[in-house]
């Protein structure tokens, strides 16, 4: 097992230096640079002393080493944009996403998995109608879903169109700033979860209905167990097995995701960063967001995989071999 | 299921409840025309790069300025007119090269120093310090050297200038002023340009606006609550300003602002509304949300230009015609500008021949020469360079065959330059040029024009000082904004030489007609060559919550926090 | 089900492919006096025109022109007294009205530039699908080169492939995709576009297919016949084309159908934040970008056409590959 955990810890950092590299080599080789930020009316002066602030003025070869020599000092530049250390920036956006991602997760678990017991388990015109649902929410993508749902918000103004918080809320303590976010998240948590929440209906109605047909579930009902309890306590256990094996690539899905949500409902979290930063090829920042994303998504099938371990004992003997 | 279903149920529940929120804070008393208290919620685009006005020059910046900081003088940005603001009163010499300015008794900073003449001394040295870099620098300058000051005493400073000036005394509306006992240990040290930073304990940015910083959430909002130590009274003796805070929040996109400012969470938007927005908001108006004010035309007007820098240009066998005026000639006389003002503003813009506008009414000149529109007289005028369209093919060539084909880049995104530019190309197919449009990001195309890497450009440049001789850096040929020739060294043509002679003659004359018979001539000689050619301004809307009292709109930006201290809430 | 999915599916692509006889009007051409025109109302007479002077046309579908009052208040009016047929088969489209008659005939309004919403959205399935096909062949064909190469090979070969594989597949994509595109200059001619997206969608999507085939070409190995054709002596690469890679033929279908969706909304989304086609070439993401405005669409929610249209092209490909699976079963009477 520590075996296992030291090597994805090494895969990580390696896919994170990687990635971060990669990105700052490519924004250097963009056209264009972050002295542009400076508008139309800078004078040469200002640009200069911007483009030297940043590296700019260095081969990508002679930035990457200075930028590499840094970062293993867990220094990461200065952010253009923002005018402060990238490193602050990025664990504030970070946990932006995450507690998104987690919400999300959280309420596609809720929703799909009970949906997908009771579509499985049963016929019926309600089973049918919720089957419906999932097939039409499987192809509803997060960029359309928010979409929409930023309009219903809009026009109905039942919730907010979007943000994490309210703009004029005072400063006044915990518990009220979490009940602000609390109104905030529904909207691009929901936009992120439906379609997950979908596919873990599918499959979770799936495989609880391979469950039932085992002899082992014919086999509880002859003995007299309730059918509720043959349901729940018996086939649903088995029935986690491909549930699990998808829950790290639903992590993937999350990130990818939450990229375009956070951007339509203007969510301040890592993709949304990102994407300013590449827009105004603010160098640091974007190699800071990248490795971050890396470490979401190593960290996030790194989680995957463990479920998938605890839930099929074959993958824990493959692995630990 | 039941688990589901029940947290489905709080979720909706907690929605409803906590729908109120930080709606409206904090409520001050009632009653009365101007009410005391409450807060007020605006949008910006930009995050804050630094406290510091001296440092940086976006818009945000400036908005900043203007609620934290405060200047000797201020010129009204609606009426154009100098008011004193710190300074009560000043005496200038006959031949205005010396003012001697008396400030208020009894100012103090934020924190509770008194202001004095010093402070204003370490103002200025602040600003010229080479260490600083600072981008005021240029614009605070008289005869192109910087202003010296004298403090003889702590309520009075001399301030002398090397040459007269047309502006005067106006010059000092770009001086924010900064305390001396806040910020002398960095000029000192050499670390003044990053004073003030973003990371900067709130506490210690002091100034003597009508607020004071209280908090940044980086990438979030910026909240201001209101000076208690504030200079300026009502009419009625009452201390400004009437609001308790304001909250500036981050929104990067005009669209994201729209909405907030529909559903109500922001009272303010950043900059005026888009001619395709009206619709949307005049139905918020008819429902008592919003009101919508028109302000009448803008003082900026969309341009086209082509790059005319020889150094770069000078190889491109079509560079022999574009740098002739006839060829630009053609180009005004091709372009309809009424349809032009119709398609691309929605009917909400009038016809301009230069780039000064009816929104400017100082320096706006009726009888600048005009190109009514007659695509004959466009043709002939190409026939007379050479160009016409031997082939057939629907494109003019010259007599070696090189055609009149251009690439023109603006930015992406905005509508009226997408449909401007997509009026342009369609009229000038008429006469036989032939455009390609090419949308670029913004940092790609700032990223170009100082490069002299295109063809030619659309694009509307915003100037923030309605005076011809605060924008030198685009009138002179030497100027760092010279658009379509920047930084020469020496004029490139004539007639650029003619107009930096007669700009640097109306910077430093002083009595106000001649200057505006002077920058005439400059308008009249735009007008002959053209290197920059410009269609229609717009009429500017725009939008703000009904709740919001005492609001003076400008054509400058930011539209309404200039005049933040006359802000209240009705309630 | 399945039928219905690939019944839908294949109607897609037909209505794509016709997209020049469908659409009414050229996609390009921008009607200046109808910027944001509303959706024009056909009407019904019930009267049949055969004679050749007033055109041939089923019994009487007719428009009203619509006449601009006010470009700002975005307001337009019927002009009842000029009706003009619906023409069919005329002027190589399937049904259109000429500008001279009292022309365009806008199914779904206007946009910004006053060009046909309804043209666009058929000829920008054209490059939607387009790009999302010829990735999706590319990402199969690389990944199962890659799968097949690594499961036949076995030992290092396989090992180094495989990590190869693993890394790609944890690179964030989305990231991966923005800042790839992002550093193609912008200001690039479509087809470029066109083939850098195709490339970059290729190369970030063939992970998943090369896990799947290598598993596949693996245990497919052992098999006898794969055995027997080896010991009848056929070269490596033969037995890998020819013999063993059609197993995993079903595997590749399957993921096709998921990488299908995918690309059309990675395309959808690089465009929709501008980082995909420009805004002039019309394709279901640039289209949406129009959405952006959400004020507008509170106005206009005809704009959300490019939606639905992903909407539908998705759940056909959902409905299609639906398993058969089991009978749902009913425990509780």
Known sequence: MARFLARRLLFALVLVLVVSSASLVLARLAPGDVSAQLGPFASPTEIASTRARFGLDRSPAAQWTLWAGRALRFEFGESFLYNRPVRGLIGRAAANTAALAVVALAAATLLGIPLGMFTGSRRGAGAALVRGASLVFLSVPPLLTSLILVFIAATTRLFPPGGMTTAGALEVGWSAWLLDVAIHIPLPALALALPIAATFERLQSQSMTEALHQPFALAALARGVAPRDVIVRHAWRVSLRPICAVYGLAIGALLSGSFIVEFVTAWPGLGRLMYEALRARDIYLVAGCAAMGGLFLAFGSLIGDLLLAAADPRVRERQAA | MLVTAGLLAAFVLVMRLGRDLGRDGVSGGGGGPAARGGQIVASIRGEPRTFNRYVAQDQTSEALSLLLQARLVRINRATFELEPWLAEKWESSPDGRTHTIHLRPGLTWSDGTPLTSADVLFSLRAIYDPKVESVLADSLTAGGQPLRAAAPDAQTVVVTFAAPSGRGVRLLDGLPILPKHKLEAALTAGTFASAYNTTTPPADVVGAGPFVLREYQPGQRVVLDRNPRYWRKAPDGSPLPYLDRIVLQIVPEQNAELLRIQSGETDLTSTELRPEDYVPIRRAEEEGRLRLIELGVGPDADALWFCLKPEVKGKDPRFAFVQRPEFRRAISYAVDREAFAETVFLSAAVPVWGPITPGNPNWFWPDIPRYPHDDDRARMLLREIGLEDRNGNGVVEDAAGTEARFTVITQRGIGWYERGTAVVRDELAGIGIALEIAPLELGALIQRLQACDYDAMYYRPVFNDLDPAANLDFWLSSGSSHFWNMSQKTPATDWERRIDTLMLEQAAELNPDRRIMQFRLVQQIMAENLPVLHFAAPRMYYAHSARLQGVVPSVLRPPVLWNADGLSVSQ | ?333
């Open chain 3, 1 to 333: 089900m399945r039928r219905a999915g690939q019944v839908l599916l294949g109607l897609v692509v037909l209505i794509a492919a016709a997209a020049p006889w469908l659409a009414p009007n050229p996609p390009d051409r921008a009607f200046t006096e109808l910027l944001y025109a509303p959706p024009t109302p056909i009407r019904f007479t019930p009267r049949l025109r055969l004679s050749p002077e007033e055109g041939f046309g089923a019994a009487g579908l007719f428009m009203y022109p619509q006449r601009l009052v006010s470009r700002l208040e975005r307001r337009f009016e019927e002009d009842r007294q000029h009706p003009a047929a619906l023409e069919w088969f005329t002027g190589g489209r399937l049904v259109t009205v000429a500008e001279a008659q009292g022309g365009p005939l806008l199914l779904l309004g206007a946009d910004r530039f006053g060009r046909d919403t309804f043209s666009r959205l058929l000829y920008g399935a054209r490059a939607s699908l387009a790009l999302a096909a010829v990735a999706t062949v590319l990402a199969l064909a690389i990944g199962a080169l890659v799968g097949g190469v690594a499961g036949y090979a076995g030992g290092t070969v396989d090992d180094l492939l495989s990590r190869f594989t693993d890394f790609v597949l944890v690179l964030p994509a989305i990231y991966v995709a923005l800042a790839l595109r992002a550093v193609m200059p912008l200001v690039l001619p479509p087809a470029t576009v066109f083939v850098g997206l195709t490339g970059i969608f290729a190369l970030l999507g063939w992970p998943i297919v090369a896990r799947g085939v290598r598993a596949i070409i693996a245990s497919e190995r052992e098999r006898d016949y794969a055995l027997a054709v080896h010991a009848l002596g056929a070269r490596p690469s033969r037995i890998l084309l020819r013999h063993l890679l059609p197993a995993a033929g079903g595997y590749l279908g399957v993921q096709a159908t998921l990488l299908l969706p995918a690309f059309i909304l990675a395309e959808a989304t690089l465009s929709y934040v501008g980082l995909g086609f420009p805004e002039t070439v019309p394709t279901w993401g640039t289209l949406l970008q129009e959405a952006a405005n959400v004020s507008l669409l509170a106005e206009a929610p005809w704009m959300l056409a490019p939606a639905a249209a992903i909407f539908i092209v998705v759940l056909a490909v959902n409905l299609a590959v639906q398993g058969t699976g089991r009978a749902p079963v009913q425990l509780e009477p």
